[in-house]
């Protein structure tokens, strides 16, 4: 039956298996949960989080090879289901939903979400015309957007000083993360032979590989640590960079010990069991894992990154906070929560 609400619309490229996407689809969730029609309209149909959107939510796929060339149609799904609003994520898919409502001359509300510190993340782009193109567009037309939802207030205050934007236009609302089914899925039984009894303490990474995660410094950081006593490192995730840091693993002789499985849909059984659960970040927006982390209770090191670990650890209350790209300082934290000189979280941080 049609929601009397109206419907609600929230474009992101697929349901590939980044923070954005899992954020973004238990805010879906949260949405429809509370009467709305929602429609989870996707560039391209496709990723490991596909197969966790419910039969509440309708997915519209456009399927197009790209966000760039979703443009046509997007216009065409506003001008058809005339949502009354519509949320989108991550800078170079807002920068299509402006245009796209623009374009598409309806009267839809546009709410779009900053996930990352953009004067850092921008700068990345692989591509030239991405760290050109994208800062070019973001700057002209963020302005033309009803609202701009930042993940966290260390993105907010980025998000001012990089964009000509009245303040009272721009929001923190954190990320959606703590939700019944993770607790359901933290509660799982965990089978990986790593964490049988008198193995020795596994160290946790979860996250994209790719150069923002600088799973690189933690694997230099784990050597270090390696080098005085028996520890594993286990980083879960999927991405570019997974052959360059199977090699620096190889290179530094540490295959027995260093593990990069992939992509996996339970990250949360092997936080609630890890040592010491780590994020090496160069820069973030809101780090979900962490926030995952510190409800699982485990020892927890991050990177003092823009932006976000120093709001989730209350300033290192929660855990120990390392500046970034200092191997040697990660080592020591590593080191110390190993040993229990980091704490787990209490209860009142959950």
Not at 37 to 50: E, F, I, N, Q, R
Not at 155 to 161: A, E, G, H, M, S
Not at 277 to 293: C, D, K, N, T, Y
Not at 329 to 346: E, F, N, Q, V, Y
Request: hydrophobic share 45%; net charge positive; with cysteine.
């Amino acid at each position: 039956m049609e929601s009397t609400q109206g419907r609600i619309a929230i474009f992101i490229s697929s349901m590939q298996g980044g923070g954005a996407q899992r954020a973004i689809l238990k805010t879906a969730i949260g949405i429809a949960a509370r009467g709305y029609a929602v429609d989870l309209v996707l560039a391209k149909a496709t990723g490991p989080y596909m197969a966790e959107i419910p039969a509440t939510i309708r997915v519209v796929d456009l399927r197009a090879p790209s966000v760039l060339l979703s443009l046509p149609a997007l216009i065409r799904y506003l001008r058809q289901a005339q949502p009354v609003a519509m949320l989108s994520a991550l800078n170079y898919v807002n920068i299509i939903a402006i245009l796209a409502r623009h374009l598409a001359g309806v009267s839809t509300r546009l709410v779009i979400s900053e996930r990352n510190t953009v004067s850092i993340s921008t700068t990345k782009f692989l591509r030239l015309r991405g760290r050109l193109f994208v800062p070019f567009f973001m700057k002209r037309l963020y302005p033309w957007a009803d609202a701009v939802v930042a993940v966290s207030q260390g993105v907010r205050d980025d998000l001012l000083q990089f964009l000509n934007i009245p303040p009272e236009r721009v929001h923190v609302i954190y990320n959606p993360i703590i939700t019944p089914e993770l607790k359901e899925k933290a509660a799982c039984e965990l089978s990986h032979n790593w964490f049988h009894p008198g193995e020795p303490p596994v160290i946790l990474a979860v996250g994209r590989l790719q150069p923002q995660k600088d799973f690189p410094l933690l694997i230099d950081a784990f050597a270090r640590v390696r080098a005085q006593q028996q520890a594993r490192l286990l980083i879960l995730g999927e991405g570019p960079d997974h052959k360059l840091l199977q090699a620096q693993v190889d290179t530094v002789g540490l295959g027995a010990d260093v593990a990069l499985p992939g992509f996996d849909t339970n990250p949360y059984v092997y936080m609630k069991k890890a040592a010491v659960f780590v994020l090496s970040s160069r820069w973030e927006g809101l780090p979900g894992v962490l926030i995952e982390a510190l409800y699982c209770g485990a020892p927890l090191v991050a990177t003092d990154c823009p932006s976000g670990p120093k709001e989730i650890l209350a300033n290192g209350n929660y855990g120990r906070l390392v500046p970034v790209g200092q191997v040697d300082s990660m080592a020591t934290a590593i080191h110390d929560a190993l040993h229990g000189k980091i704490a787990r979280p209490p209860r009142e941080s959950w």
